[in-house]
């Protein structure tokens, strides 16, 4: 590749950076007051919303991590990618609850509306808060490594000054602007990840004549050449069943708790939009599902044929758009940037919510709101520095903390928002007993990965079923039974005509 | 005694399904643990219609269950060609995909998105009508209105 080739590729990356940052700065002027910086303003319509909630769910493990998982085991992962219908399912179950909630009093965050439905609990805050932390330090630290290793490709460049130099320009719009740059930055950013998608599945079918190759040429190269066998493209891939089982379980029930899906409910002008809204997010997902399957299936083909080689997984995206050439290297890596940059800002506004609003409260301390929106820039930008830190200090172990993110806020969030709002009958002691429970067993759950993969275990979970799948269980039924033991909460007549809807 | 008995007996079936979803799974039956999902999804999107009290089960007939008896049919089709050619090249691709996979691509991903996507559109005045938010948007700021009234006397 030529050198005007690289600073082409590079020029198309900084422009989605810097439109970006030029929206953030601009979405400053709509940042009226300190709830409009936290997330309570409800003044976006449809589309807007349905693009940023695509690209915050969609981080850069959707974009790099599952073609590369698609390359070396095959289908499994897109069982995960292609569980759209879940998303819609989300909306239409506690889609009105949640939006009418957002209508009462001042609400902007997550730990706000778990106080009107828990009458200010203080102790579910407090876990709440804590185990929004925890996923969001470990969702933080995997983009920062996904934006380093953008760059390593194409130019011999230290990955921490690349990491600095992004997440510097992230933390800058995401400090001025809120929740509010943060909402129009991700739609941007979807947009990006869609045109990706786009030019990325003509040129699969340009380049593989269709899936058909792709079948022929596992079966002709033999496991020499990609590393498959031919159960790789059947239903369930190559990896074992109980991960076919997770992975459909876990953005099924999943994404309907995700802090990614719940936020932009509360920002929905209105709610008899929540449909279109769906519509536009499971559209623009299942380009992005089509887009990370037609990566992964030219991986195998052009691994298979000889044409190019993959010696990381990881490195199979690019490979693939190294070798269409120009036109498709100039969308597939803004495209990397767009997820990475929305996952975070989205991430970097809860952790500031949390620090400044949700942290103190569970504590009793109150701010008022403008010392509430320094205390957020400063959380922000501290959490993005230590996130750099991290990703730096840690190497390829925040890889698999980002994969542990998804069940760890699944699990914080399951019984606050799905079963509290499903059922009146979810008591404060129960909901706390449950995230007790989520809690520990999260720690319990990471601990022993962390053991495992450093060699200091050997332990197996049952049935090999991925740990967060029994953590998100354990929330659930605790929940569960500790409220059935326990009285009923007073509800407030309001939570009681919201949950009514 | 809990407020909502349906909805009580609905969520402790659900605590059931997740103990059974979980057990089957962790005993090696992920396929069956699949099936428990499903059941777990059909009682979420029960709790989901209620209102009120009532629970709405043309809201759940269309377009949930159909959503869910679709996945059914992509886990068993997609099972069935799966153990058809284990271990070797399918006899016939159905789009250029494995047997299997294409069940999954038609009947798990493509057809239940758009059914779903355009099935909530179809329904949405039953699912929320204006005058039902209206009436809640009423109801919450005269309560509103009542309280800031008590607290100032």
Redesign the interface.
Known sequence: MSDWEKYLILASSVAVLAISFGIGVWAQKKVTSPEAFFGGAKIFGPLTVGLATMAAVGSAFAVVGVPGLVYSTG?TI??FM????GF??G????G?KLR?LA??GTVASLGDVSDLRFNGHRGIKLILSLMLFIGCAMYLSAQVEACAKLFENLFDWNKLIISVVIFAILITYTVLSGEIGGILTQAFQGFVIVLAGLVFAIAFFAVTG??????ASI?EAGNGSTNLD??A????GSLP??F???W??LP??GIMCQPQVLTRIMMLRN??E???L??YA??T??IT?AMVMAIGYCAIYLAANGLVEIDHPDKAVFKVADYLGLFAQVFVYPAVLAAALSTSSLFLSLAGNIVSRDLPGSFGVTMNPAQQVTVSRIAMSVMGIAAIGFAAASGDMVAILGTYGFGTLAAATFPIF??GL?????TSKGVMTGMVAALLATVGGVGIELLNRFDHADFT???G?PWY??VM?TA??VT??AS?FTT?DELD??VE??M?? | MKKGKSETILVVISGLLWIAMVALAGAGHWFAGLFALLGLLLVYGVLGSSHKGQFDLKLVAFPSLIWILMWAAAFLVGNHYAQAFEGREPEFTVFGFHPSFAAIVVLFWLVPTLLMGFGFEAVKDRWLSRERWDEFLKGAHEDEKARDEGDSS
Request: proline content about 8%; cysteine-free; aromatic content about 12%.
């Open positions: 289908n897109l069982l292609f569980a759209a219908p819609v399912f909306y239409l179950v506690i009105k009418a209508e009462i269709g899936f058909e190759p792709v079948l079966s031919p159960a493209m059947t239903a369930w069943g109980a076919a089982f997770a459909v379980m099924t029930l709610p008899r929540l449909p279109k769906s519509l499971v559209s997902n299942v599902g799905i079963i499903l059922w009146k009958g979810a979970w049952p049935g079923v799948v029994f269980a659930v039924v569960i039974a059935l009923d007549r309001r005509m919201a009514d809807l």
